[in-house]
């Protein structure tokens, strides 16, 4: 007949079980955590504020992915190597179709999407403001790049002739066609994704990535003579900064007449 299990002994079992679930809970989700911190290439909503203040904004209500009428938006989960709980989009799957009206963003109850960020001038919601990412084309897989024509990703793209455009180049294999190539304008492409999702290739050859990862970063230092509005930044400059170099140093008629020593005896 087996002995009857105390109390005590109840307790201090149930208590090592407890102590044993909690370590291996904090142990799956330090796991995570970790998966999480490893996927920089998250794809936002619509107004998602810069990647660091998001996550601290964000509740992981749901409510921008209940309000996307085209079941664009997912909740990470566990195993999605990203902050579980997060809204986030696959382009190449279902994109973002550019709402009008941007419903994904007015209900977000801690400003996480910022609707300051798509408003226009007249400050109404323009999602052609949006800032999702850009589209990145890989000229090895494109077979526009090839001479195969193909244009699916300036048709998909719904700021036609502005945030992909078509580059005509002389084809010199063939000496017959031309090529026909899709170039993406950064101060137009909102990362949208239609692009991609529309891209005839296996895996997709035009992407999009997020802005911070996409572009390069100039420099403040650096000012567009040609733009007016650039070049006021120099008023009030207090001191005037030059780039010295060897060949700086010599009249540029000298260095542009150098031959390299082509034509030394």
């Excluded at 999602?127 to 000229?139: H, L, R, S, T, Y």
């Excluded at 002739?161 to 137009?188: C, F, M, W």
């Amino acid at each position: 007949m087996k002995k009857k299990i105390s109390d005590r002994r109840r307790f201090l079992s149930s208590m090592a079980q407890g102590v044993g679930l909690s370590a291996l809970g904090g142990m799956v989700w330090s796991a995570y955590l970790e998966e999480a911190k490893a996927a920089p290439l998250i794809l936002r909503p619509p107004a998602a504020r810069q990647e660091n203040e998001f996550l601290k904004s964000c509740i992981k209500c749901g409510q921008c992915v209940e309000a996307c009428p085209f079941d664009t938006l997912l909740l990470a989960k566990p195993g999605d190597t990203m902050p579980i709980g997060t809204p986030y989009f696959k382009p190449r799957e279902i994109p973002c179709y550019m709402c009008t009206d941007i419903p994904c963003v007015p209900v977000c109850p801690t400003n996480a999407l910022d609707e300051t960020l798509v408003l226009n001038e007249k400050k109404e919601l323009d999602i052609n403001k949006a800032n999702m990412g850009i589209a990145v084309v890989d000229e090895e897989s494109c077979i526009a790049f090839w001479g195969i024509q193909c244009d699916a990703c300036h048709r998909a793209c719904p700021l036609l002739d502005k945030a992909i455009t078509l580059e005509y180049r002389q084809n010199n294999r063939t000496g017959k066609h031309a090529y026909l190539l899709p170039v993406v304008n950064s101060n137009y492409c909102t990362g949208c994704g239609l692009c991609e999702h529309a891209c005839v290739t296996k895996k997709a050859a035009i992407y999009v990535l997020p802005y911070e990862v996409a572009k390069g970063e100039v420099g403040a230092h650096y000012i567009k003579g040609w733009d007016s509005k650039d070049e006021r930044r120099l008023e009030g400059a207090s001191e005037e900064v030059t780039t010295k170099t060897e060949r700086s140093k010599e009249q540029v008629v000298d260095y542009l007449n150098d031959d390299g020593g082509l034509f030394d005896d």
